[in-house]
């Protein structure tokens, strides 16, 4: 495979994988998620490898989730919503070697989510947490939602959702959203020292683990397909549109004069 959206290193037990779209913030698009599955597939099948780091390019942000330039209400590719997200968020679980988010700046939407699902994650002290689909016509049905209630529990994942604020690192390490905060400029040494530690483990303890962890929430996997079958007829809709739109023009979107417009047949 040719990576044209990430950049993919293997070194010293270690696959990285850096979303190298700072343009757009790191957003990712359909290319983007399937190189990142593509590559996590590799690292797992590498025995070389005991731990993938999943990052993003630049200072700003780990990702900010869909790209909102190439959003058009309908997607062309593969999967349901014409982005083979649900293969990459399994790929995320199947692999059976940790994955350590390298949280630097803002992780977003869609980027959030990816963070969540990851084993581990390690932020900078400048990372930024947050979701933002009702806020721009969308939602993550399954692991960014029902997987997030079981990490930061019912009350805090439902804020999360329903208010789309912004959480700085020491609040998401506090909710159990982050394993480490650090200073910024130390980032790469303690995740570094992170992945020391796991190569030093028993590869084989590690995978039962991870699979045994997995198999608690795997449902989820389910609630997620439906759920994406719903948000691929959501996109169609006005209201999500308005909320792309709104987005692309910076302003504030009006989802009800939305949704009223849709449903005067407008
Ligand atoms: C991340 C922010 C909070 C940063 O805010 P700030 O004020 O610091 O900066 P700007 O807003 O001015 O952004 C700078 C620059 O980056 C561009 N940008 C940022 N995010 C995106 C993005 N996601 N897509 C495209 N472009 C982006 C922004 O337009 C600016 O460009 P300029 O050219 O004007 O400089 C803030 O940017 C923010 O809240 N971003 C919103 C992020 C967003 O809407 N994310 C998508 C949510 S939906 C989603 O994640 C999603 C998930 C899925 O699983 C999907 C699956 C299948 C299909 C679609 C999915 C999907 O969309």
């Given at each position: ?102 949280v630097?700046?803002?992780a ?15 932020a900078s002290e400048k990372a930024i947490f947050g ?34 604020r912004r959480y700085t690192a020491v609040e998401a390490e506090r909710m159990?959203l982050v394993?480490?905060v ?85």
């Open positions: 495979m040719i990576y044209a959206d990430i950049k993919y290193e293997k070194a010293d037990g270690v696959a990285r994988i850096t979303i190298d779209r700072p343009q757009v913030m790191n957003a990712f698009r359909g290319e983007t998620i399937e190189e990142m599955t593509a590559a996590l597939r590799d690292a797992d099948a590498d025995d070389a490898i005991g731990v993938i780091v999943l990052a993003g390019a630049g200072d700003r942000a780990f990702c900010t989730g869909g790209d909102q330039s190439t959003h058009s209400g309908t997607y062309a590719g593969r999967g349901v919503v014409g982005i083979p997200i649900e293969e990459f968020h399994a790929a995320i679980r199947d692999v059976r070697i940790p994955v350590i988010a390298r630097q700046g803002y977003i939407g869609g980027g959030n989510v990816i963070a969540t699902m990851c084993d581990m994650t390690i979701q933002v689909g009702p806020k721009v016509g969308s939602v993550d049905p399954g692991w960014g939602t029902a997987y997030l209630a079981r990490i930061v529990g019912e009350k805090k994942a439902r804020e999360i959702w329903y208010m789309c159990g394993n480490k650090v200073p910024h400029e130390e980032l790469d040494t303690e995740i570094e020292s992170w992945c020391r530690e796991i190569l030093e483990r028993s590869p084989t303890a590690i995978a039962i683990a991870k699979r045994s962890f997995n198999a608690d929430t795997n449902s989820i996997a389910g609630i997620g397909n439906l759920g994406l079958e719903a948000l691929a007829l959501y996109y169609q809709s006005e209201e999500s549109k308005e909320g792309v739109k709104a987005f692309m023009e910076k302003r504030k979107p009006d989802f009800r004069a939305a949704r009223r417009r849709q449903k005067a047949g407008e």
